[in-house]
Each structure stands twice: as structure tokens, then as C-alpha cells.
């Protein structure tokens, strides 16, 4: 179907910046929604940010005002700028796409997830 890479995780001293990527490749597809998940140890997955089709946006509260999403259409990506970054923000990081795609004369649903990057923020 639709397959996602993540990349720009990695380690970063607090108050510094990452910009992680997340390309879609595959048949012909749409996307429609985009979203950055994330997954602290012993945590469950939360929400970090999403953005439609409408380019409507929302954030978790702890992140408004420092993270910011953003999607090329015609790259087919998705990125998550990360700004003033805390302790409290190391995870693994997790993009998510949900569309339609194109095979044998059809259109498809399809929601895909990346592997995961991960993003440690030392104190």
C-alpha cells in the first residue's frame, strides 16, 4: 500500500531544535490526514500533533507554542518542527497517515505508520 520513513531523530541538549521528516511512497495515493505521535518508556502513545487535508492543525498542550507540523503534498511529507525542546520530550516519535490509494482501477482507504525515530533530549 503506502509505506512511511521517519528520519531527524536523535540526541539534542535541552532548549535545542529537530525537525523530523516523514515521506510516504507507494501506489498513487491522497493523503488526508497526517499526524506525529509519540511514546515515552512505560508510557502509552499520545498525540503530538495533526494536520488535515484543510491544513487545520492541532497540538498537545504541552508542546503548543514550541512544535509545529507542516505538509508538502507534492512531496508527499510531513514535518514536525521542534522548538525549545524539554527533558520531558525524549520518546520514540511516530508519524501516521490515513488516505485513499489507487490499484486496479479502485481507490482504497489506507492509514500507515512509520518505524519510529527516536528523539532524546538531555538536561
Known amino acids: 500500500q503506502v509505506q512511511l520513513v521517519e528520519s531527524g531523530g536523535g540526541l539534542v541538549q535541552a532548549g535545542g531544535s529537530l525537525r523530523l521528516s516523514c515521506v510516504a511512497s507507494?501506489?498513487?495515493?491522497?493523503?488526508?490526514?497526517m499526524g506525529w505521535y509519540r511514546q515515552a518508556p512505560g508510557k502509552q502513545r499520545e498525540l503530538v500533533a495533526d494536520?488535515?487535508?484543510?491544513?487545520?492543525?492541532r497540538y498537545a498542550d504541552s508542546v503548543k507554542g514550541r512544535f509545529t507540523i507542516s505538509r508538502d503534498n507534492a512531496k508527499n511529507t510531513v514535518i514536525l518542527q521542534m522548538n525549545s525542546l524539554k527533558p520531558e520530550d525524549t520518546a520514540v516519535y511516530y508519524c501516521?497517515?490515513?488516505?485513499?490509494?489507487?490499484?486496479?482501477?479502485?481507490?482504497?482507504?489506507?492509514?500507515?505508520w512509520g518505524q519510529g525515530t527516536q528523539v532524546t533530549v538531555s538536561s
Open positions: 501516521n497517515i490515513d488516505g485513499t490509494y489507487y490499484r486496479d482501477g479502485d481507490w482504497s482507504n489506507f492509514g500507515s
Open positions: 507507494g501506489y498513487v495515493f491522497n493523503m488526508n490526514y
Open positions: 494536520i488535515t487535508t484543510g491544513g487545520s492543525t
